[in-house]
Structure formats: structure tokens, C-alpha cells
């Protein structure tokens, strides 16, 4: 299947944010000085009196949206994965997540394509902390067929929702006729080799590692897992039992992400091997997509690599 190119994430947020609100006059968007950037721009120029400029002060602008959701408002906060998760922790986790508000955290340039920023704007680590914290909610779609559904999704449901956005074009995955469900696993690509486990837009690479492994006679079953909490178990169960190995791929650290999720799961479920690709505990660096993607091993190129040495070791054993 080819994949066509679709539209960065951060551009289908403010959009379909902006669409809701139209509908829905409790949602209120507030941003951390970089609505160009997140496409929160989009939101401010269709319902400025509903957007709410919180400048470079995350931590109060998280304590704000808290005070929002106490009055009945729904809050949208749009920010950089780094600054809304790094700085704002705390805020997060005493304000919003203990009491349960009703808050929509929108971490955009997340992962390690943010445009050349460097390691002080990448986070790899905005899943692990992310998914630690109870009644918390943790999300990264595919596509921008996948995205706006999964915003509606979340913009519907009453709790503390996480959504990784990143910041360049995604290849459009999924048909037209597809459809999101919260908390469900997605079968991509059927395979009886190995299985790989993926998230994001990283899983079109993924997916795009599968088609190459395949010319070489390898057939991968290819999982997205676009709701990481509360994750899939009987999905995971299921794919790991297609095929006896499992290799979750991510374009976030190997610890505590989608990776340590899928390790937890199957340890208790359903044991099989699995290895984790993604950031190997190391901080990013500035330079061109494909250049970082093929350094830290992420591109469809390096995975089917990596996942080919997987399978030789495994018969080699």
C-alpha cells in the first residue's frame, strides 16, 4: 500500500478544535506563546474571546485550566510536549490528575522531529511520566485521518486526556472509512514472523519497515497502538501470540514509553520476547528529519534493519 502525504498533526489540532468549539461554547483553548507553531493560531482567530495567551509560564497556565474545569468549561491546553510535561509536571499531577479535572493536554513538536530545535525542545520521555499518573489518560494518532477523531474523542469524554502532536506532515496511514476507538489496538498489516508494536506517526515508518521485510520474505504483523493508556491488553495478547516475538518501536525512550507498557503487559498475560527500538536513553540534537531519523535508527530503513538482526539472533538461538 502506498501512503499518500497528509497534513502535519499540529494543523489538524487547531482545526478540528476550532470545528468543536463552533458547536460547543465550554471550550476554552489556552496557550503557552506558541499558538503559530501548535496551530493553536487557528483557534484564536475563529473564537478569540475563548483563547487565552498564558505566555512562557506553563505551570500556571496548567493551574489556570484546572480553574476552568472546576466552573464547568472544557480547557485545551496547547503547548510543546517539553515545556507543558517537563516544566508543568507537578501542576499536572497535584491540580488535574489527583482531582480528576476535566483538561485536554495537547503536547505538540513532540517526539524527535521538531524542526531543527535541538535537545532542549525534544522530550522522549513525555509517555513514561505521562502514563504514570492515575486517571490520566495518554494518546499519540497516526495520521490526520486518526487525529481529529481521536481529539473528538477526547474532547468528549469527562477526565485528564494527554495527546502527543508532532510537528511535521505525517503520511495518511489510514482509509477514509476508518475509525478510532478509545483504548483499542489496530491491526495494520497482518504477518506471522514478528510482530511489531508501534505509536504516532512513527508507525507509518514502521509500517513502511514491514513492506521492506516483506520483499526480503518476512512477514511482520504490524499493531498501532494509538491509546497507550489505558492500553489494549487483549490486542497485545493477541498479536503476541500470532507470532512469538514482539518489537515495539517508538520515537520516544526505551524507558517507561509504549515499550515499557508492552513489556508490562505481556509479562503478566502472555511472556514472549520483546525488544524495544526507539531513543536509547540519550538526549536528541538539532539537524534534518531524515538525517535524525536514519541516527537513531527510526526511518523505515534502520528498523526493518534492526528487526532482520532481531530474527537472525532468534534462529540462530
Avoid: W
Wanted: charged letters at 20%.
Amino acid at each position: 500500500m502506498e501512503l499518500r502525504p497528509g497534513k502535519p498533526l499540529r494543523a489538524v489540532f487547531g482545526e478540528t478544535l476550532t470545528a468543536l468549539a463552533n458547536d460547543d461554547p465550554r471550550i476554552v483553548l489556552l496557550d503557552g506563546d506558541v499558538g503559530s507553531s501548535t496551530g493553536a493560531a487557528t483557534f484564536e482567530e475563529a473564537h478569540p474571546d475563548r483563547f487565552f495567551q498564558m505566555g512562557i509560564a506553563e505551570e500556571n497556565m496548567l493551574a489556570a485550566a484546572a480553574g476552568f474545569a472546576t466552573e464547568g468549561f472544557i480547557p485545551a491546553i496547547s503547548g510543546f510536549a517539553c515545556f507543558v510535561v517537563g516544566r508543568a509536571f507537578d501542576s499536572i499531577r497535584v491540580v488535574i490528575a489527583q482531582p480528576r479535572l476535566n483538561v485536554k493536554i495537547f503536547g505538540g513538536y513532540a517526539g524527535l522531529i521538531t524542526g531543527k530545535t535541538g535537545k532542549t525542545h525534544q522530550i522522549f520521555n513525555d509517555v513514561a511520566l505521562m502514563r504514570t499518573l492515575a486517571n490520566m489518560t495518554v494518546i499519540a494518532p497516526a495520521d490526520d485521518v486518526e487525529a481529529p477523531q481521536a481529539i473528538r474523542a477526547m474532547m468528549e469524554m469527562d477526565g485528564p486526556v494527554y495527546m502527543q502532536l508532532t510537528r511535521e506532515t505525517s503520511p495518511v496511514l489510514f482509509p477514509d472509512t476508518y475509525r478510532f476507538e478509545l483504548g483499542r489496538s489496530v491491526t495494520v498489516r497482518e504477518g506471522s514472523d514478528v510482530t511489531l508494536v508501534s505509536t504516532g506517526p512513527e508507525t507509518t515508518r514502521v509500517y513502511e519497515a514491514a513492506e521492506i521485510l516483506a520483499r526480503q520474505g518476512i512477514e511482520a504483523l504490524v499493531v498501532h497502538v494509538p491509546t497507550i493508556k489505558p492500553i489494549d491488553v487483549n490486542g497485545l495478547v493477541q498479536a503476541a501470540a500470532a507470532t512469538g516475538l514482539v518489537v515495539v518501536v517508538e520515537e520516544q525512550s526505551v524507558l517507561g514509553g509504549l515499550g515499557g507498557a508492552v513489556a508490562e503487559v505481556l509479562s503478566e498475560h502472555y511472556p514472549v520476547p520483546v525488544k524495544r527500538l526507539g531513543i536509547q536513553d540519550i538526549y536528541g540534537e538539532s539537524g534534518p528529519n531524515d538525517l535524525l531519523l536514519d541516527k537513531y535508527r527510526l526511518s523505515a530503513k534502520m528498523v526493518a534493519e534492526d528487526v532482520q538482526k532481531i530474527l537472525a539472533k532468534k534462529i540462530v538461538a
